[in-house]
């Protein structure tokens, strides 16, 4: 088994059960935006938890913190100082790390008991970003009674129950957009986390036309918050492969698109160039199940 040294001591890792992880992931996952690198929060976490609370290198809880620190690539970690002058300081390690390796495998059954799904949902958490006509917005984590409460939005928005709720996520997104909110505005924060969750990597928004389309959709994202969520390892292939679907049926779309657009009047070109997501294109049918929906509606703000 590797070994993790901590203020010094080293400490043997033994495979945790699920719910090991799934703890700290409840205790870290809020704060990945607050200002402290991940490895300074996890090592702090270990550290308080066994200075403080007493806890044994051997706990579940020491065990599932000593081993995401490992599977970032991290191999000692320390805590110097008191009070606010303490500070957290790692060292990199000689072992392999996930760094390299295709997200999909991190999420394999076995990935799920040392860390390395967990490092990895973490890692893409933190740096995810939704890209809205060509611009690069950061996903931030949202209060929980927030997000629950721009879901409840965004499912007024979700017409058709058989419909991937992308598709309302989106139009939520494109609704607070075009009633001039800015990345001030908490609503549109959760949105873009509620959108970010359900696998959307970019959106192209025209509020004159009143029309969207999702260009892309990330499949590392999507995987993370099936993660996050509990989801048991069915349902994580599942998540996988729902993401997968709907790239490629965006990207039929925008080749679709850009054919009839290359083949056509410029007028006819402006006109085609922002569709609803999954919508039939002229002389097609949209299949059931897209994100397909009616163009968003802007409000005016109160």
């Known amino acids: 088994m ?6 010094g001591a080293e400490v043997e890792l033994v495979p945790q059960e699920r719910d090991s992880f799934s703890w700290l992931a409840s205790q870290v996952y809020r704060r990945i935006h607050e200002g402290p690198p991940l490895p300074a929060i996890l090592t702090v976490f270990a550290h308080e938890g066994i200075t403080t609370q007493g806890l044994a290198p051997t706990d579940h809880r020491i065990q599932a913190i000593l081993w ?14 008191e009070g606010t002058a303490r500070q957290a300081k790692w060292e990199r390690g000689q072992h392999e790390n996930i760094d390299g390796k295709p997200v999909q495998d991190l999420f394999a059954e076995e990935c799920l008991k040392d860390g390395r799904a967990l490092a990895c949902g973490l890692m893409v958490a933190a740096a995810r970003k939704l890209r809205i006509n060509g611009n690069d917005v950061d996903v931030k984590i949202s209060n929980l009674d927030l997000l629950k409460a721009q ?9 058709d129950p058989s419909h991937d709720p992308a598709m309302a996520a989106a139009a939520y997104v494109a609704e607070l957009l075009s009633g ?3 990345q001030n505005d908490l609503r549109l924060r959760a949105a873009v986390e509620i959108a970010a969750d359900l696998g959307i990597r970019s959106m192209l928004v025209d509020a004159p036309t009143r029309q969207l389309r999702i260009d892309g959709f990330n499949e590392q994202a999507a995987l993370a918050a099936a993660f996050f969520q509990n989801a048991p390892p069915e349902q994580l292939k599942a998540a996988l492969t729902r993401v997968q679907t709907l790239n490629r049926m965006a990207e039929d779309q925008s080749r679709m698109i850009a054919q009839q657009a290359a083949g056509a009047g410029p007028k006819a070109k402006v006109a ?4 609803s997501p999954g919508s ?11 994100p397909n929906g009616p163009s968003f509606k802007p409000r005016r703000r109160a």
């Open 180 to 182: 001039g909110s800015d």
């Open 151 to 159: 879901a409840a939005e965004v499912e007024k928005r979700r017409k």
């Open 272 to 275: 085609q160039a922002m569709v």
């Open 280 to 290: 039939a294109a002229p002389g097609s049918a949209a299949p059931r199940g897209t």
């Open 68 to 81: 995401t620190l490992w599977q970032l690539g991290i191999g000692a970690a320390t805590v110097e100082g």
């Open 2 to 7: 590797p070994t993790f040294k901590l203020n």
